[in-house]
């Protein structure tokens, strides 16, 4: 793999926040199982919910779940099925309204959990800028190694769409 080869993008981020080991497997090429039921709930909620906003918009390498106006203020959106990921969620979310920032868009950002009927607003500041700077030399380090990172068991690993690939 060569440096030219690989960008960050919105989902590395979110695997980075989760599973250091999710983002070696999917930057090589090693998909999730995508029959796994937790997969397939996500795909259901995107397509039943915010059916009046333009979804799935690609800018780049991101690809952000939703985009509207309000006013003159772009919003762009990503819908989860719950909060429990949030901090993921909010990093993968600051990495999309950066890669704006960089084109010269201007955009707020804003969470989306249609089960729990929350919202929450994300706004990119030079905190998040700095995080995200560092955060994407730690991915790109995990990516070049040559084997991934060792599987290490956590809460959330059962209902991991890689579960087999590291637990079988």
């Not at 991915?139 to 059962?158: D, H, M, S, T």
Request: with cysteine; net charge neutral.
């Amino acid at each position: 793999m060569h440096t030219k080869d690989v960008s960050v993008n919105g989902t590395l981020v979110w695997y980075y926040c989760i599973c250091k080991r999710e983002v070696w497997l999917l930057a090589h090429g090693i998909e999730a199982d995508q029959d796994n039921e937790f997969l397939e709930i996500g795909r259901i909620i995107d397509e039943n919910t915010y059916k009046r906003d333009k979804k799935e918009i690609e800018v780049g390498n991101i690809k952000a779940d939703l985009i509207r106006k309000e006013g003159e203020q772009l919003v762009v959106g990503e819908v989860k099925k719950s909060s429990k990921y949030k901090e993921a969620a909010t990093m993968q979310l600051l990495h999309y309204l950066n890669t704006l920032r960089q084109r010269g868009i201007d955009a707020k950002g804003r969470l989306f959990f249609p089960e729990e009927r929350k919202t929450v607003d994300v706004i990119l500041d030079d905190d998040a800028i700095q995080k995200l700077e560092k955060m994407e030399i730690e991915i790109l380090k995990i990516i070049y190694e040559n084997k991934p990172p060792k599987a290490v068991k956590k809460r959330f690993c059962g209902k991991c769409a890689y579960s087999e690939f590291c637990f079988a």
